[in-house]
């Protein structure tokens, strides 16, 4: 059975992936009843054999008593032992976007034997890209409205929606839902700065994880510029998939299109396997 490890990104929870855990366990998902593809199909049956747990980033969800560390190497450490205290069997597969996609790095390149798998969604970091690129100056202000309106949680998460949602016809249950969230585990502000700072600060190794890689980024991503996922993926030799219209919750913008790119990515990688072993024969 694979194990697989999702985690989320700055001031987000468990509950801010939607139903898009349970689609990707399934390997298959359609919000628009569109049928599904002929790889996807026949992957049901390995996809339904997975674990997909859901873990927090330290000062969210679950761990929100928790304070956040000021450092990217720090989150990872807490992830990494709540994952060893649940029972989770490794070696582990990670899918993280965002802020989660830079824990996943840390643990995939300093704990390389933990890690088989990793995908990374909308990420970013240091010294693949600049500044400008990791956050968008237009989302600048937005993102400084939001810190200054933490106490006012329908005015910050509207704003939060609007920056990193492109889908706009689930608008009102998403608040809802965003707002119920904020009202029974509210990350607080300081942990919001703190997890910035450590996002800020991050950089990664230029060395390749070892484990296979996939990229997926949006190219309508108003809050990350998606050349960050293109840059990493060119350095690392990864695979990369940019989807044409999706914001940087791309998991929640369009949750079938992610499902079926990764599981055809991992059928793609079972396949080299298989050719591999076949030529060892």
């Known amino acids: 059975m694979s194990a697989w490890i999702l985690l989320r990104g700055l001031t987000r929870e468990a509950r801010h992936w939607g139903a ?14 569109c049928a599904v593809s002929s790889a996807v199909s026949s992957a049901i049956s390995a996809a ?3 674990s997909v747990t859901l873990l927090e980033l330290p000062g969210n969800g679950r761990e929100r008593g928790m304070q956040a560390p000021l450092s990217v190497p720090d989150m990872m ?23 989660g996609g830079m824990v996943a790095t840390a643990w995939a390149q300093r704990h390389p034997q933990e890690i088989e798998r990793l995908v990374l969604i909308n ?19 937005v993102v400084g409205r939001v810190a200054l309106a ?17 889908r706009r016809d689930t ?45 997926l980024s949006s190219s309508a991503d108003r809050l990350v510029d998606p050349i960050c996922s293109a840059r990493i993926a060119a350095q690392w030799h990864a695979a990369h998939v940019e989807h044409p219209w999706a914001g940087h919750d791309l ?3 369009d949750p079938q299109w992610t499902s079926e790119t990764i599981v055809d990515w991992l059928l793609t990688l079972e396949g080299q396997q298989s050719d591999s072993l076949s030529v060892a024969r």
């Open 20 to 33: 898009f855990p349970e689609q990707f366990r399934l390997g298959v998902g359609s919000a628009d009843g």
């Open 48 to 50: 339904a054999g997975s």
């Open 77 to 99: 450490t807490m992830v990494r032992s709540r994952a060893a205290e649940s029972g989770i069997p490794g070696p582990y597969r990670l899918l993280a976007m965002s802020l």
């Open 123 to 141: 990420t970013s970091m240091r010294p693949f890209c600049n500044l400008t690129q990791r956050m968008r100056p237009a989302a600048w202000p």
């Open 150 to 166: 933490w106490a006012n949680p329908q005015g910050s998460e509207r704003r939060l929606h609007d920056l990193t949602c492109n």
């Open 171 to 215: 608008v009102a249950d998403d608040i809802a839902t965003w707002m119920e969230i904020r009202r029974t585990a509210a990350v607080s502000a300081s942990n919001g700065l703190r997890q910035l700072w450590a996002a800020a600060r991050f950089q990664a190794d230029r060395e390749a994880p070892r484990c296979p890689t996939l990229l």
């Open 251 to 253: 998991p929640h913008d």
